[in-house]
Structures are given as C-alpha cells and as structure tokens.
C-alpha cells in the first residue's frame, strides 16, 4: 500500500501541530544528532512538547564529558518553546532517572511526571511513558544494560568512521548500528514482547493507547484494540510522533542529506526502515 510523503525542502514551511512528542536524543553523547534535531524544531510549531525520557544521557556522562555548544542549544531552544508558552512535559527514562526525583513538580510551563495520560483532540487517551520499566533486562539485570550500552555505542563509533566513507562517496547516511540492532532483537522477539508488555499496562490503566520510546525503534500500529506508537530517537533515525490538529498521529522521519535536509511524515504506517 502506498503511504502518504510529505517532503520538506531544506528551508520549509513551519506545520503547526497540537502535540509533539520526541524521546531518546541522549544529549551528552558524540552519537546524538542535536544539530539534526535543532534543523527539525525549526520545522513545527506545536501547543504540547512531551520529552519521553533519555534526553540527558547521564549513563555517559557519568563516564566523561562530552558537551559541545549545539547540545546547549538543544535545551535553551526547548526552554524557550516553554518560556513563549508551549506546555512542556518531561518523563525521565532510564538514561536520565536521576529527574525522577522531580516527578510530580512543576517550574513555570515546564513539568515533570513518571508517566501522563494524553487526550487527543478526537477524545481518545494515550498513555504516555518512557517504557524502560517494562524492559526486564534494565528492571532486573541492570548490569547487563549497562554492559549492552557500552557494546551500543562501540557499534555507533564505528557506524560514525562508516559514514564518514559514505559521505566521501557522495552516499547518503546508513545506520549500521541501527540494522544490527533491528536483526538482533527481531531474532530474540524483543521487540514484540516489550509493545506487548507497553500495550496491556495502558489497557490496564483504561486508555485506547500507548505512546513511549527507549528500544529506539520508531512504529506505530494497532494492537487489538490498542494503539502502540513509538517515538523513535534522535541517535539513529532521527524520528519524532506529531498529533495534527484533527487528532491523528504522524511518524515523522527526519534525514540527515548531503546537501540540506528533508523530512518525511508516514501518518500510518511503521517506520520500519528507520530501525
């Protein structure tokens, strides 16, 4: 089936959307993409941002300081969304859970929760959470995630020397790690069993849907009953979820290109090249 493409041009036109939500940028990390993710936010407009947890990958920087000046920009541009007036909603996840100590507070327009409920504007509620508690390696072998973290960005270094190859010969960005990645987890059904586990906690929490990230595999698709949506990151495949005004959620995809950017917003269907 064939799926709607909006293509952007690398200076387009700014899409208002009611709700934004985007996870997983681990600020603090030579792999994240700020300098993408600033060129994105220049795209939308939006009256919600929900930050869907690892945006400050403290894990690294508990390892050694990596904080150049875009990543600053990173967070003065969001503060400055909230300082005009855009609601911003923070959810830790596992990289930064050291912000779950602030759930429940509140600083101007900008709050902190464990986890939120969203209503969209067609009246049906999401569950919107990071997810790392339903991941059993993070909530019970911790040291094994810690370890798989180090092997993740061994693979995004060299995923960094390849591209670098690429761009000499005129090819577009390819995420080795994330291919990897995908294979793996297909193999030992990962994935599947973590939007399982996501889908009957908001069933049990009585919404018609989930929204969260942390595996970095962006989708959204039906369940039963229930609606998964996954945000993605902004590491590998530089993706984001968007509510449109009129209630439906759009993946948007944005690339990184050789000459400029461009994004591309698949409304129904999952990302599955951008795992």
């Given at each position: 089936m064939?799926m709607?493409?909006t293509?952007l041009?690398?200076?387009?036109e700014?899409?208002?959307?009611r709700?934004?939500?985007?996870?997983?940028?681990?600020?603090?990390t030579?792999?994240?993409?700020a300098a993408?993710?600033l060129?994105f936010l220049?795209t939308?407009?939006?009256?919600k941002?929900y930050?869907?947890?690892?945006?400050?990958d403290f894990?690294?920087?508990?390892r050694?300081?990596?904080w150049?000046?875009?990543h600053?920009d990173v967070l003065?541009?969001?503060l400055r969304r909230?300082?005009?007036?855009t609601?911003l909603i923070?959810?830790p996840?596992?990289?930064d859970?050291?912000?779950?100590?602030?759930?429940?507070?509140?600083f101007g327009a900008?709050?902190?929760e464990?986890?939120?409920?969203h209503e969209?504007?067609d009246?049906?509620?999401?569950?919107v959470?990071?997810?790392?508690e339903?991941?059993?390696?993070?909530?019970?072998?911790?040291w094994?995630?810690f370890l798989?973290?180090?092997?993740y960005n061994?693979?995004?270094?060299?995923n960094?020397?390849?591209?670098t190859?690429?761009r000499?010969?005129g090819?577009?960005y390819?995420s080795?790690?994330?291919?990897?990645?995908?294979k793996?987890?297909?193999?030992?059904?990962y994935?599947?069993?973590?939007?399982?586990a996501l889908?009957?906690?908001?069933?049990?929490?009585?919404?018609q849907?989930?929204?969260?990230g942390?595996i970095?595999h962006?989708?959204?698709r039906?369940?039963?009953e229930?609606?998964y949506i996954n945000?993605?990151?902004w590491?590998?495949?530089?993706?984001a979820?968007?509510?449109?005004q009129?209630?439906?959620?759009e993946?948007?995809r944005?690339t990184p290109?050789?000459?400029?950017?461009?994004?591309q917003a698949?409304?129904?269907?999952?990302?599955?090249?951008?795992?």
């Open positions: 064939d709607p493409v293509s041009t690398p200076r387009p700014v899409k208002h959307y709700a934004l939500f985007i996870s997983d940028i681990h600020l603090g030579k792999a994240c993409q993408a993710f060129e220049k939308v407009e939006t009256d941002i930050l869907v947890g690892d945006i400050v894990w690294r920087l508990g050694g300081i990596h150049p000046q875009v600053n003065q541009k969001l909230a300082r005009k007036g609601e923070v959810i996840g596992n990289h859970e050291v912000l779950r100590d602030y759930c429940g507070s509140t900008i709050r902190v464990r986890d939120t409920i969209a504007a009246g049906k509620r999401y569950l959470m990071h997810g790392d339903f991941d059993v390696v993070v909530r019970y072998a911790k094994i995630a798989g973290d180090g092997a061994f693979a995004l270094w060299i960094t020397h390849f591209n190859m690429r000499w010969f090819l577009p390819w080795l790690s994330a291919y990897l990645k995908h793996v987890k297909r193999a030992v059904n994935i599947g069993e973590f939007e399982a889908v009957q906690e908001a069933a049990r929490r009585g919404t849907g989930v929204i969260c942390h970095h962006a989708a959204k039906q369940i039963g229930m609606t945000t993605g990151d590491v590998e495949s530089c993706t979820v968007a509510e449109t009129a209630g439906t959620f993946i948007i944005w290109a050789i000459s400029g950017v461009r994004s698949f409304p129904d269907e999952e990302l599955e090249a951008a795992a």
